[in-house]
């Protein structure tokens, strides 16, 4: 089978070059839609927290904009493997937006990188991998990022 749709979860802890290198030897479809996605985790929005909130909203507006200009060199390395790159940046919970924008998107494949803490690393930090693969009925490649 084929791959048409392939989504590539994005933290920017990759290298651009790396990771289109990474998923075109793994999954060789130059015909493929590639949607690389960045989510900016969101802040639980409490009405007595509102003046925290509003600087979060602040940040926020920056961090789309930071975001883009970072999506900019995945998009121009992803483009000379494949046909057509499609960048999507979402503010949410990670692992819910990646799911929820899969599906959106009606992807075949999601690709993320797993930075498989352990021990009390593993207790402290949600790892966003593992809750994507509970969540969603699509395929999921993980591969190891140092960290």
Known sequence: MEICKILIAIDFSENPEELADRVASRFN????VVY???IIQ???RLSFYSDAYQLWEEYRDRAVKDTIERMNAYVKALSVKFREVQPVIE????DEKIVETAERLG???IIMGN????GIQHL???NVAERVMRLTKREVYSYYVEM
């Open 42 to 44: 969101d802040m639980s």
């Open 124 to 126: 402290l930090h949600r």
């Open 91 to 94: 503010v949410g919970e990670p």
């Open 107 to 109: 992807t075949d494949i």
């Open 36 to 38: 690389p996605v960045h």
């Open 29 to 32: 479809c130059q015909n493929a």
């Open 115 to 118: 930075h498989a803490r352990q």
